[in-house]
Nanobody
Framework: QVEVVESGGGLVQPGGSLRLSCVASGITFSRYVMGWYRQSPGKQRELVATSGSYGNTNYADFVKGRFTISRDNAKNTVHLQMNSLKPEDMAVYYC???????????WGQGTQVTVSS
């Protein structure tokens, strides 16, 4: 049984930082592309960042230079370090584990990030 579980969301002031974590079990973690996506009310879910099975990373333009994705294959964990948070970063953040061709894909339940003073 595959489980993808996020943690680390919460309330932060503009300019602050948060670190999201995601643990995926029931998969051969090193084979999977791990990604963070987010969804705000009334908007479609959008890609934030991905970390490929070889450690290659990809970021949405709106987070480049502020967010960093990292993975620990030994711990089946991927993190998203979010710095210089803006009110527009407020969303539910979802962790995704997928094979490169999307033939298998799993989502977590999401974790709320609120950026407000």
């Amino acid at each position: 049984q595959v489980e993808v579980v996020e943690s680390g969301g919460g309330l932060v002031q503009p300019g602050g930082s948060l670190r999201l974590s995601c643990v995926a079990s029931g998969i051969t973690f090193s084979r999977y592309v791990m990604g963070w996506y987010r969804q705000s009310p009334g908007k479609q879910r959008e890609l934030v960042a991905t970390s490929g099975s070889y450690g290659n990373t990809n970021y949405a333009d709106f987070v480049k230079g502020r967010f960093t994705i990292s993975r620990d294959n030994a711990k089946n964990t991927v993190h998203l370090q979010m710095n210089s948070l803006k009110p527009e970063d407020m969303a539910v953040y979802y962790c995704n584990a997928r094979l490169r061709n999307w033939s298998q894909a799993y989502w977590g339940q999401g974790t709320q990030v609120t950026v407000s003073s």
